[in-house]
């Protein structure tokens, strides 16, 4: 199970940090990523972080400004975000990569899902 939490409503230029809480599964295995999805689009990658935190990679469009960090011990993994656009409004899902699955940026590589959470960003 995953719940992500954090999400609300921002000016432009604000921060923001999105949490995501898991049970049920070996967290500290699975690599976990973070993907949003506003109305009318299909969802997108935001950002991933391997199993164990060493290794990120994110979306041009958020590379600078979001950062993905993750906690094993406390099962969780976080969304740093910082100068907030407008165009950052949208449902953020956290997502989680099985091992038994290679590592990815694509939606079919992750197994579980939260529920999302709404992050709406104004100008």
């Known amino acids: 199970q995953l719940q992500a939490s954090g999400g609300g409503l921002v000016q432009a230029g604000d921060s923001l940090r999105l949490s995501c809480a898991t049970s049920?599964?070996?967290?500290?295995?699975?690599?976990m990523a973070w993907f949003r999805q506003t109305p009318g689009k299909e969802r997108e990658f935001v950002a991933t972080i391997s199993w164990g935190g060493g290794s990120q990679y994110y979306a041009e469009s958020v590379k600078g400004r979001f950062t993905i960090s993750r906690d094993n011990a406390k099962n969780t993994v976080y969304l740093q975000m910082n100068s907030l656009k407008p165009e950052d409004t949208a449902v953020y899902y956290c997502?989680?990569?099985?091992?038994?699955?290679?590592?990815?940026?694509?939606?079919?590589?992750?197994?579980?899902w939260g529920q999302g959470t709404l992050v709406t960003v104004s100008s």
């Open positions: 997502a989680a990569n099985p091992p038994s699955t290679n590592w990815g940026i694509t939606e079919s590589k992750y197994t579980y």
């Open positions: 049920g599964f070996t967290f500290s295995t699975y690599a």
